[in-house]
């Protein structure tokens, strides 16, 4: 099967070709052509599979066949990054289609945003939050919406998201094709689905299971020697893009600073972080300048780039859904990945979860020559020096080490 046997306008196959799509993806294969009869879909499927393609090439084509300058297409995506990630998809396959498009976040100015939308949009790729905001200011007209795309939903509602879509989705038109995108399926999501979709076509392309390209071990350790053991591991290693996820802002702020000061080129990038530091971050991250980025469960489904050779869980997720987002930011495109937690005993029962989802046993590895005895160090009642000052400030989110 190749993108000819979708019937796709010209325009768009010309931008097909010009990206290098051949074959297309299985959710590919089995999502846009319903799509483009115009049937409601809810599409389960991991990050890395091609999926945003499947709700961009059928919206363009029909966009085509609409009138310019109002808004045909809106896409209600979790973060601002991958906000600006899809219209970074629409800019390429639709580079010959004239048709434009518009990422709307909040953290800027919204003025910018509403010049914008006054010159002319036919998609609009939109966080809940600002997209409601210009709903109420009355700057947005969604009254010719032909597609709404809620785009990884679990996500959305891991982040507190739910009231706003809620509140979206009553101030748009219901005469509208909706497809919903989603790697898992909780309640929250199915009773949405119940209240939203029509007769919905579902496609589901394998299990809530990390991608088969990625491989996975686990590195027990202490909790006071994760830091060590991770330095030791990225010395001893090749690596090309590494992502560190850490549970909180303050380990990701604390494990990022000691990678610094280890001689590694750093990045962060978490909630408390202002929006320009977040995308400094993930800039240089995707352009290679820098080859660490150390982040929170916010980034999880906000990053794509393809060169990332491991995700290293500093800190065990809190679900078996939480690991299978995280790494499936590696091993994407039939690329390979790997895929490393840093373990302690308290780990034990979501281990065997994941396994029992794997279907297969996590190797175990033990680092050699590394001191695992090294004593936990000594907690007095002093209060701890400050020891803030000759500290190398992180700047953008991006911390001036020298690897």
């Keep these: 099967m190749s993108f000819q046997n979708f019937n796709l306008h010209p325009s768009i196959m010309a931008g097909v070709e010009a990206a290098g799509y051949t074959t297309p993806t299985p959710i590919q294969m089995q999502a846009i052509p319903p799509i483009m009869q115009?049937?409601?879909?809810?599409?389960?499927?991991?990050?890395?599979?091609?999926k945003t393609a499947v709700f961009l090439l059928p919206a363009m084509h029909r966009l085509l066949q609409l009138p310019r300058g109002k808004i045909g297409a809106l896409i209600i995506s979790p973060t601002r990054e991958l906000a600006e990630q899809t219209c970074e998809a629409i800019d390429e396959l639709g580079k010959k289609t004239g048709l434009k498009s518009i990422a709307i976040y909040g953290g800027v100015g919204m003025d910018q945003q509403v010049r914008r939308l006054r010159s002319g949009v036919e998609i609009a790729v939109a966080c809940p939050g600002r997209?409601?905001?210009?709903i109420w200011k009355g700057t947005i007209d969604l009254s010719h919406l032909d597609i709404l795309v809620i785009d990884e939903a679990d996500r959305m509602f891991d982040m507190g998201f739910l009231p706003d879509i809620k509140s979206i989705l009553k101030c748009v038109m219901e005469r509208r094709q909706t497809l919903l995108f989603s790697a898992t399926m909780p309640a929250d999501i199915r009773r949405l689905v119940k209240d939203t979709l029509r007769n919905p076509v579902t496609v589901q392309i394998g299990q809530s299971a990390p991608a088969d390209t990625?491989?996975?071990a686990v590195y027990p350790v202490k909790q006071h020697l994760k830091t060590s053991l991770l330095i030791e591991f990225l010395r001893r290693n090749e690596t090309d893009s590494v992502l560190v996820f850490t549970r909180t802002k303050r380990r990701a702020d604390r494990v990022a600073m000691q990678l610094e000061r280890a001689g590694f080129h750093v990045a962060q990038i978490h909630g408390d972080l202002a929006q320009n530091r977040r995308q400094a971050a993930l800039d240089s991250f995707r352009s290679g300048s820098v080859k660490i980025l150390v982040a929170t469960d916010i980034a999880a489904r906000g990053i794509d780039v393809l060169s990332i050779s491991h995700v290293i869980n500093y800190d065990m997720p809190d679900s078996v859904d939480a690991y299978t987002h995280r790494i499936g930011r590696t091993g994407r495109v039939e690329q390979k990945g790997i895929a490393l937690t840093l373990v302690t005993h308290e780990d034990a029962s979501l281990i065997r979860d994941i396994e029992n989802v794997l279907n297969a046993p996590l190797e175990r590895i033990t680092l050699e020559g590394f001191n695992y005895l090294t004593p936990a160090p000594v907690v007095t009642g002093r209060p701890l020096p400050n020891r803030s000052n000759g500290r190398r400030p992180f700047r953008n989110g991006v911390a001036s080490g020298r690897k």
């Design 214 to 216: 990625v491989s996975h």
């Design 131 to 134: 997209l409601l905001d210009h």
């Design 38 to 50: 115009g049937r409601d879909i809810i599409g389960i499927a991991q990050t890395g599979t091609g």
